[in-house]
T-cell receptor, first 110, second 114 residues
Framework: DAKTTQPPSMDCAEGRAANLPCNHS???????VYWYRQIHSQGPQYIIH???NNETNEMASLIITEDRKSSTLILPHATLRDTAVYYC???????????FGTGTRLQVFP | DAGVIQSPRHEVTEMGQEVTLRCKPI?????LFWYRQTMMRGLELLIY????????DSGMPEDRFSAKMPNASFSTLKIQPSEPRDSAVYFC????????????FGQGTRLTVV
């Protein structure tokens, strides 16, 4: 699976949009982009995933560039409870394993 | 469904003792994964099962670690003998199938070996 690069940390004001970038320049055609987050002391939680089209669900939006070499997770109105480590993962369609990198630590402040 | 259930939530044991961590996956899920998380190494995949069969154990650190899945509703991760460097949070996760679906994680077992 392709490697991902994320900034180690980011800050966001409560109520503002949090935009978390991820670089995956070596992604191949059948690999999906997944996002998980881990709130302190809890197990990781699935957020969203996509192949090439932008995706939106009740938690977030995922914007994937046309060349698919990078993506952005958007939390439209960040709350204090969104403070967590966010992991961007590239995973092949037929790949069973989910391999986590170091993620981005998002701090939402009042 | 109550989600993935792990027990115990916390375990403190002395070096050299055997430790057994338990996991009950979500009913109907085909895949079960064991992860270990430390500050130094982050989240590491140790082993995963498909339909109760171990598929990839390349992440198991050494022979002191073993994992079993005797049936679809139960898995164990055993460390024998335990060492202080095994101190970590161990997570179990399950999913319907390996690709293109989300994995659901348990709350983890915090293991401290003294």
């Amino acid at each position: 699976d392709a490697k991902t690069t994320q900034p180690p940390s980011m800050d966001c004001a409560e109520g503002r949009a949090a935009n978390l970038p991820c670089n995956h320049s070596t992604i191949s055609g059948n690999e999906y982009v997944y996002w998980y987050r881990q709130i302190h002391s809890q197990g990781p939680q699935y957020i969203i995933h996509g192949l090439k089209n932008n995706e939106t669900n009740e938690m977030a939006s995922l914007i994937i560039t046309e060349d698919r070499k990078s993506s952005t997770l958007i939390l439209p109105h960040a709350t204090l409870r969104d403070t967590a480590v966010y992991y961007c993962i590239v995973r092949g369609y037929n790949t069973d394993k989910l391999i986590f990198g170091t993620g981005t630590r998002l701090q939402v402040f009042p | 469904d109550a989600g993935v259930i792990q027990s115990p939530r916390h375990e403190v044991t002395e070096m050299g003792q055997e430790v057994t961590l338990r996991c009950k996956p979500i009913s109907g899920h085909d895949y079960l994964f064991w992860y270990r998380q430390t500050m130094m190494r982050g989240l590491e995949l140790l082993i995963y099962f498909n339909n109760n069969v171990p598929i990839d154990d390349s992440g198991m650190p050494e022979d002191r670690f073993s994992a079993k899945m005797p049936n679809a509703s139960f898995s164990t991760l055993k460390i024998q003998p335990s060492e202080p460097r095994d101190s970590a949070v161990y997570f179990c996760a399950s999913s319907l199938k390996g690709g293109n679906v989300e994995a659901f994680f348990g709350q983890g077992t915090r293991l401290t070996v003294v």
